[in-house]
């Protein structure tokens, strides 16, 4: 099996990074930017921004620069590497011991199932982090959230979204109202939903065959990986939350810019999954032109051969 790991980084190689290219059975794949420094690695690729324009102009220009969008250069990378699962992981994500080795993508696995008559799920609340919510999630169903059909259910999974311990990757408001320090019970994981939920493009393992239809988003702040998860489930692909295999040791943000970015999302996110829900091409609406220029360019690279 062919196992991938995909970042972006405008730093020198972080602690993460360093645990990242020492799993011997991944291939490491790490995307520059125009702020990204002198780089080098012991064990992985690294690809300069000079690499992107060569491999794709068009693209990288619909994309744009100092921007974590550039990530999706690294989805084409792992697919020319032939990828059967892409791990995507931020750079201030330092892998816990076992980091990828309970991997369930391509497997049918027993999950805490739950059901719920919402058009979105939100995995955080039920966790023992219940105050939480996930970023994306739609705001207006925040207060009407109800764990309480869950059964013992076998899923085939798709996308493997692991959790996070330290300062994890949740709503911005919610950040801000409990500046959180996790750790997640893993008892409580994994779970999945009968209803599409939010999960983000950091401990995120994804199956190769879903490649085509996952796309990082420019041009939508903060939205970028959210609605690359609602479009990606729309079109059948099936997720499960994992437990915490990273420590998040945040990188600096400033809140009030995240929640600035945020907000396409608290306005459109309800409509979005009760649009997706009835035909996935919707998601072109709700994007700029640019950016849907951009997902164009990036399919064209799974249209051929």
Partial sequence: MKKVIVTTTINPPTKAIEGFQAMRDWDLVVIG???????????????????????????SDAIGWNCIQRRSFGLLWAKDLGADVVALVDDDNIPLPGWGDDLMVGKEVEVDYYETDLPAFDPLGATNHGQLWHRGYPLPLLSKRNYNQKS???????????LWNGDPDIDAICRMEHAPECTFDPERLPMAANKMSPFNSQNTFLSGAYLKDYFLFPHVGRMDDIWASFYV????????????????????????????QEYLGYENNLKIVNDLARDPASILAYLPGRSAWAFQLYRRHFNHG
């Fill in 33 to 59: 930017d125009k702020k990204t420094p002198k780089y080098h690695l012991d064990r992985g690729i690294y690809v300069s921004p000079e690499d992107q324009e060569k491999y794709d102009r068009a693209l």
């Fill in 233 to 260: 489930q729309a079109k059948g692909c099936r997720v499960i939350y994992g437990k915490a295999s990273v420590y998040q040791q945040r990188n600096e943000h400033d809140l009030l810019s995240d929640m600035r």
């Fill in 152 to 162: 013992r259910r076998k899923v085939i999974v798709n996308v493997q979204a692991d």
